[in-house]
């Protein structure tokens, strides 16, 4: 066998130093950019948004709107400065939301009272006024965004 290994290492290489070059074809490509509708963006129509705060054919005061972006921004930084020392007052204040803005009725303001009382540290008020059990009665007709939020307490 150690005789067929030299003769087989020079036709080896004898093939492959004698074989043809393959040569690849080019392929042209256009890098175009694609094609597109021209259009006025200055002049498009307005995009039809929905309002979050109709409800069925009548919508909220434009009025009542402002008051309610006033409200959460206050309930929310209250609650962060200080749940417990402005307890009364973010109350206030969420009943006040609740009269002006029918979509946060019922649940949403159970959801937000609960809240205030966990970051308040008033848990044993919440716990005798009972409004995670309200809401667990009511689970039903909650939205899975009240549900996710009910299922932390």
Known sequence: MAA???????????TLTTAAPAWADTIDVAFLPPQVVPQDPCNAPP?????????GASAIDPEAVLY????RRDICYLSA???DRWFDFIL???DWQET???GFADNSALLARIALHVDAGRLAELQAAGPIDQLRQRSGQMTDAQRMALAQY
């Open 68 to 71: 309610l972006e006033f409200l």
């Open 4 to 14: 067929h290994r030299p003769g087989l290492i020079a036709a080896l290489t004898l």
């Open 100 to 102: 002006l803005d029918p």
């Open 92 to 94: 206030t204040l969420i």
């Open 81 to 83: 400065e200080g749940a």
């Open 47 to 55: 995009a039809e948004v929905p309002d979050d705060l109709s409800t």
